[in-house]
């Protein structure tokens, strides 16, 4: 049976282990030994007072009092020893106090150490009163009155304690005043039963309000150790949310180069077969593998672009440049799907010059204007440049199915398509407004969208004007006779893309040579010295495409034209290929890009020789 009364409140019932320790349910446990300690605490003080209050009773009551004072001193010495006894129980067992299954066995002591001192205390009464003068019994009511009191204010964190401490001395005090036959010690003893009473009213107010405030400084701290917990599981997910996301960028970026590889064999080979001679029907199904590889590769690009933007392994180059160039060549782009669509697709001329990345705005607008296309099925775009104040206003108009305003926000975050429930892969994977995204970000130019159901989408890309305006875009050659007969050396540790660059290159009218390796390419070089160089950036071991044109330069004592391809998404490996300030070509590249650039270097390095 467990000792506890309904007046410690923070003593648990009938609730489990668990529930008492719950912050709604009360303190529980760690609460109630709490209001174990603080008598016990309070009571290594106040021994020393009382000690002295005993001594002074003691002097005074044998003045006052000159009859027998051996049953005072022995009173004395008990009361003493009681105190004592009180003191030392609480300096031995607080240690104790702390552990639940030790709080029922002290609270039992507790109760029978002061329910001896309300005893002793309620005798002194028999011993003194009426057999000394008025004072005395003064003396005797008002030191009784007080060590009453100071009873209440030292247990008021255990009622239970306090009563029955005042129960049994008030019993034995009021007893001894109503055994005199005297009205006045009638009278005393009903004062004194109206003196416990009050008392213990009050004790039950105070105890209250002190068991509350244990309850709450508890609750408060099980409530502070549960938010700390939850914060500690919130920074553990977080921690592996990061550590996860990481592991998937640092996946894609080493999946990427071999991915990217047979797309770039594949699509080379594709433009090789494109040269030779077929009839109609090869010439269809051709048609349908360019038209399959394309899909491919632009959901390929798509979600290796976007794992780079994610690594942070984009960074921009900003100039002044001309817009009309590169609208035309989107417009040259995206004509072939419109057409298959039927859709009419107009770009306005412009004349202005903004300042920004060419290749990330080229990459926006692309971007746009696929999406423009992909979710328009009758009427068509409109692509306009316009100057508004200080400002270019690139804009994309399209008839399309629109966009509710509350999902204006969702269609930029990855992965998410409107109007595509049956996730059809000629709509894309949902990357390509998210990538638009991040690169407005990056460039730190507005995006806005004015869209609706049923009435089209506007996209508005707001550039800052270019302060050149005779800036002219990036060089787009043709053949040049230059590159007509030039010899190609072409490093890849790939087999299949060796054997496609070279068929491909011979079809162009370049001489080829083909090496997997730094030696075999300087041996090739050696053979026969090679006009322009193109490298895969990661070959076998430690070796870079960087190494490999260095090393050929070196052997043929002339700044060699070059060009670095790498399939790699990795921010740190990018960079170190840019830092080297040659030409570099993101995998899979598309023939007819690397046509360009390839006659680039060759014209730039003729224009060079002939300038010397």
């Known amino acids: ?16 282990a668990d529930a008492v320790r719950d912050p709604r349910v009360g303190a529980g446990e ?17 021994i020393y007072p009382g000690l002295l209050l005993l001594v002074v009773v003691f002097l005074a009551m044998r003045s006052l009092c000159p009859g027998n004072p051996w049953p005072l001193g022995l009173w004395c010495a008990t009361a ?18 702390g552990e639940a299954s030790q709080s029922r066995r002290l609270l039992r002591e507790s109760k029978l150490l002061y329910a001896l001192e309300g005893a002793v205390w309620g005798l002194l009464p028999w011993i003194v009163l009426g057999q000394c003068s008025i004072v005395g019994d003064a003396l005797v009511v008002i030191v009784g009155a007080g060590v009453a009191a100071s009873r209440m204010m030292l247990l008021v964190s255990l009622p239970s304690v306090f009563d029955l401490y005042m129960v049994v001395g008030g019993v034995v005090w009021i007893a001894r005043a109503w055994d005199f036959r005297e009205m006045p010690f009638h009278a005393l003893a009903f004062v004194g039963l109206l003196y416990v009473l009050t008392l213990l009213f009050q004790a039950r107010v105070y105890s209250r309000t002190l068991i509350e405030t244990i309850r709450l ?3 408060n701290k099980a409530l502070a150790d549960e938010l700390q917990g939850e914060i500690m599981a919130v920074e553990d997910a977080r921690r ?12 894609l970026a080493a999946a990427s180069h071999d991915l990217r590889q047979p797309a770039q064999a594949q699509g080379l080979l594709l433009e090789v077969l494109s040269r030779t001679p077929l009839d109609d029907r090869q010439r269809e199904i051709l048609g349908h593998l360019r038209s399959t590889f394309n899909t491919s590769l632009e959901m390929l690009n798509t979600l290796l672009d976007f794992s780079c933007i994610e690594a942070g392994g984009l960074t921009t180059q900003r100039s002044d440049f001309p817009m009309q160039p590169l609208l035309d060549e989107i417009a040259i782009e995206c004509a072939p799907q419109a057409q298959a669509k039927n859709l009419r697709h107009r770009f306005r001329p412009t004349d202005l010059v903004v300042h920004s990345d060419p290749n990330h705005v080229a990459r926006i607008l692309r971007n746009l204007v696929s999406n423009a ?24 108009w399209d008839t399309g199915i629109g966009i509710a305003p509350e999902h204006h926000k969702e269609i930029f975050q990855e992965f998410q398509q409107l109007g595509n429930p049956e996730r059809d892969h000629h ?51 043709n053949s040049t006779p230059a590159a007509r007969g030039a010899r190609v050396l072409v490093v890849d540790d790939n087999a299949a893309i060796r054997v496609a660059m070279g068929r491909l290159l011979v079809t162009w009218g370049y001489h080829c040579d083909v090496a997997d390796s730094l030696e075999e390419a300087l041996a090739c070089a050696e053979e026969a ?31 060699l034209p070059a060009l670095l391809m790498t399939g790699d998404t990795d921010p740190t490996r990018i960079r170190e290929a840019r830092s080297t300030g040659i030409t570099l070509l993101h995998k899979p590249i598309a023939p007819k890009e690397l046509r360009t650039h390839l006659d680039a270097v060759l014209k730039a390095a003729s224009g060079a020789q002939n300038r010397s």
């Not at 870079?544 to 050929?552: C, N």
Request: hydrophobic share 40%; proline share 6%.
């Open 427 to 477: 709509k894309g994977l949902g990357l390509g407004l998210a990538i638009v995204k991040e690169l407005t970000r990056l460039l730190g130019h507005e995006l806005a969208i004015c869209s609706r159901p049923g009435q089209g989408s506007r996209f508005r890309l707001v550039l800052p004007l270019g302060r050149d305006p005779h800036a002219t875009s990036l060089p787009r050659p």
């Open 373 to 396: 296309i992909r979710y328009t099925e009758t009427g068509g775009l409109l692509v306009t440049c316009r100057r508004r104040g200080g400002q270019a206003f690139v804009e994309v």
């Open 217 to 219: 400084r508890f609750a």
């Open 80 to 97: 003493a020893t009681i105190w004592i006894a009180i003191a030392l129980h609480g300096r031995l067992r607080m240690g104790r106090a």
């Open 30 to 46: 760690d609460g109630f030994c709490e209001q174990l300690r603080i008598p016990m605490r309070a009571m290594q003080w106040a």
């Open 529 to 559: 010295a090679p006009d322009v160089l193109i490298s895969d950036y990661r070959l076998r071991g430690q070796t870079t495409g960087a190494d490999v044109i260095r090393a050929i330069r070196a052997l043929l004592g002339s700044p």
């Open 240 to 251: 592996r949310a990061e550590e996860a996301n990481t592991a998937k960028t640092q996946f």
């Open 1 to 16: 049976m467990r000792d506890q009364t309904p007046l410690d409140p923070l003593v648990p019932h009938d609730a489990s």
